[in-house]
């Protein structure tokens, strides 16, 4: 895919140098500051790894059910009511996909929610792989579909933890962690080929009349050197998430890996949730303007996209971020 499709060391941002720019007379609480729990990218790199251990994650393979086995059974450990959206989809060579999106739901009885996401699946080709002997075999996802789960894996760990530790200092609203199945079995000539577990989901949500205040989408956010630029979609839709997404970046010290520059439009799971559910939803996807290989990455839909590649220092900035969003929110702070 060129840019308009998708699958579709940590370093210290302009946050740590805003008092001193705000002047003598500067309101010390008139900024946001830090709030909630330390992410912990090591928890999020062993989610990444224990993904990968099952192999290329590819539609009806034995790797992709044996890990939605796992998948659901950690959100299960940590307190989540878990849901799986079973549906055979049929892919663009007709190929019939057994699909299975999983719904990992905190506080399901709240009807204030937010909504965060990322697809598991494995792409079965690949395709941009310099080398053409490669074409034909499967990418083993860690960048490209396991990140975005680790994340969210690491997420409800902290979630659960908070919520039954003595200070209940867990999020007073819902969550829902929507792992979206069949979104890298795509052709590049076929942009609605893409995304057909959000796109089913968005249809069919697993609870009648959904709603969330907003989502986010993780797309590939463990790579190395990786940069998330303003996507085109997501400030259409939901420029206000997009500024406070990008504005915790900078309150927990990681504006460098998010600046404030935009990107190409993206064809990505967000685009359903957006345009079928009706949720403003954004999309965490890497930008890289000068990567001879593709514009997401050098291991994009390569045999190279494998756990060498993943940056733990990228998988803090984005779960820090997320935390900071999240926790936020429960401090009332829009």
Same mark, same amino acid.
């Given at each position: ?166 200070? &209940? ?120 303007? &000068? ?44």
């Amino acid at each position: 895919m060129a840019l308009l499709t998708a699958c579709g060391g940590s370093q210290k941002g302009s946050a740590d140098t805003a008092a001193v720019d705000a002047g003598p007379n500067a309101n010390p609480q008139a900024a946001p500051q830090p709030v909630g729990p330390e992410f912990m990218a090591d928890s999020a790199f062993a989610f990444c790894q224990r993904q990968c251990d099952f192999g290329p994650r590819t539609m009806n393979s034995d790797a992709h059910e044996h890990c939605a086995q796992w998948i659901a059974g950690k959100f299960q450990a940590y307190g989540l009511a878990v849901t799986k959206q079973q549906a055979t989809l049929t892919g663009f060579d007709g190929t019939p996909l057994h699909a299975t999106n999983i719904i990992a739901s905190y506080r399901p009885e709240q009807p204030d929610r937010i909504l965060v996401c990322a697809h598991w699946d494995s792409r079965p080709w690949a395709d941009n792989d310099p080398d053409e002997s490669n074409h034909q075999k499967p990418v083993l996802a860690a960048n490209d579909g396991a990140s975005g789960v680790a994340v969210m894996l690491e997420l409800a760990r902290l979630v659960s933890s908070s919520a039954q530790s003595a200070k &209940n200092s867990a999020p007073n609203y819902g969550i829902d962690f929507i792992c979206f199945d069949a979104e890298d079995w795509g052709t590049h000539a076929d942009g609605d080929s893409w995304a057909l577990g959000s796109h089913y989901w968005a249809s069919h949500p697993h609870q009648p009349g959904y709603k969330a205040r907003f989502g986010i989408l993780l797309d590939m956010v463990g790579g190395q050197n990786a940069r998330f630029y303003r996507e085109g979609h997501s400030q259409l839709y939901a420029s206000q998430t997009v500024n406070t997404v990008w504005r915790a970046a900078e309150t927990v010290g990681f504006s460098t890996f998010f600046p404030k520059q935009d990107g190409g439009f993206i064809t990505d799971d967000h685009i359903p949730v957006n345009e079928l559910a009706g949720i403003p939803c954004i999309d965490i996807v890497p930008f890289y303007p &000068n990567c001879e290989e593709s514009n997401f990455g050098p291991t994009w839909h390569t045999v190279k996209d494998d756990m060498s590649h993943i940056a733990p220092g990228t998988l803090k900035a984005v779960g820090q971020t997320l935390v900071q969003v999240l926790w936020e929110m429960s401090d009332g702070i829009e």
